[in-house]
C-alpha cells in the first residue's frame, strides 16, 4: 500500500512541475491590463480615414495605432479619450478621468500642438515664406523653454491617476526626407529648419519621459525614408481636408507607430 502510494505520487511529479512551469491554460490566462491612450491627433488617427462619427471634433480613427493595438490585443479594458487638437492643457483637463489604479497600460503624444506646429506649417506653406523661419525659431524657443514644464505637469498627473500603469510616451516623425524627390513645396532651408525643429521636440519630450520614469517611443527611425518627398511617404503634404495635412496616413499608423508602440508597451 505504501510502496503504491509511493509509485502513484512519484509518477504525478512531472505533471505537477509542468502545472507549475505552465501555469493556468490559455483558457484561464489573464489577458493584457485596461489600456488608455491620450493626447493629440497623432494618437487619434487623424489623416488615417475611418473617422468614428461618434468623435465628433476629436476625428479618432479606427485606423489609429491605439485602436489596431487593442483589436489585436484585447486588453481587459480600452479607454480612447485622444482627440485633434489636444495640447498638454486639454489632455490634464479633459483626457485624465478615464485613468485609475486599474489602468494597466497608457499610451500619449502629446507636445506638438502646444508649440503651435500648426501654424508653423500654414505659415511655412504661404509661398513668400518669409515668416517661415522666424516662425519656426518662435516655436523651438517655446519647447526649449515652456514645454519642459507643461510635460512635467501632466506627466506628474498621469503617474497620480495611474500609479502602477506602464506610460509609453511616443514622438514625432520628421516630416520632410531632406534632398527627397519633391519638385515644388517649401525650399529645402525651410524642410531642413522644419525637421531640425521637430528633432528638438522628441529630444524634450524624450528627457522629460525619461524622468518621470515613462518609455519613449521614438518612430523617427520607422519613419525614415517613408516622410514626405520620399518615395513612399506615410506623411500627408497638404490635403484636403486641409486638417489631415502633415498628420500620418493608414500606412503610417500600422508600419510606423503601432511597431514602435508595440514594442514599448511590453
Not at 485596461?34 to 493626447?39: D, H, I, S, T
Not at 485602436?67 to 495640447?87: E, H, I, K, N, Y
Request: hydrophobic fraction near 45%; aromatic fraction near 8%.
Amino acid at each position: 500500500m505504501r510502496l503504491t502510494r509511493l509509485v502513484v505520487t512519484l509518477s504525478a511529479l512531472p505533471l505537477l512541475a509542468a502545472l507549475t512551469l505552465w501555469g493556468p491554460s490559455s483558457a484561464d490566462a489573464v489577458g493584457p491590463p485596461g489600456y488608455v491612450a491620450l493626447g493629440d491627433s497623432y494618437s487619434a488617427g487623424v489623416g488615417a480615414g475611418g473617422t468614428i462619427a461618434s468623435s465628433g471634433s476629436c476625428r479618432r480613427s479606427t485606423n489609429a495605432y491605439p485602436r489596431l493595438w487593442a483589436v489585436r490585443t484585447a486588453p481587459a479594458s480600452f479607454g480612447f479619450p485622444a482627440c485633434d487638437g489636444a495640447t498638454t492643457t486639454d489632455v490634464l483637463n479633459g483626457q485624465l478621468d478615464q485613468l485609475s489604479s486599474a489602468t494597466g497600460l497608457v499610451s500619449i503624444t502629446v507636445g506638438g500642438d502646444d508649440a503651435g506646429f500648426a501654424d508653423v506649417m500654414a505659415t511655412c506653406a504661404v509661398p513668400t515664406g518669409l515668416l517661415c523661419l522666424p516662425r519656426v525659431d518662435r516655436a523651438r524657443g517655446f519647447v526649449r523653454d515652456t514645454l519642459p514644464g507643461r510635460l512635467d505637469a501632466l506627466y506628474s498627473a498621469i503617474r497620480d491617476r495611474a500609479p502602477g500603469a506602464r506610460v509609453v510616451v511616443l514622438g514625432y516623425p520628421r516630416f520632410y526626407q531632406l534632398d527627397g524627390g519633391c519638385l515644388a513645396g517649401l525650399e529645402e532651408a525651410k524642410r531642413v529648419a522644419i525637421d531640425t525643429a521637430i528633432d528638438e521636440l522628441d529630444t524634450v519630450i524624450a528627457k522629460r519621459a525619461a524622468a518621470h520614469g515613462f518609455v519613449f517611443g521614438d518612430v523617427r527611425g520607422a519613419f525614415a525614408a517613408h516622410e514626405i518627398c520620399g518615395r513612399d511617404p506615410w506623411l500627408h503634404s497638404v490635403t484636403v481636408p486641409l486638417g489631415d495635412s502633415y498628420h500620418p496616413t493608414a500606412v503610417g499608423q500600422s508600419r510606423g507607430y503601432l511597431p514602435v508602440f508595440t514594442a514599448a508597451a511590453i
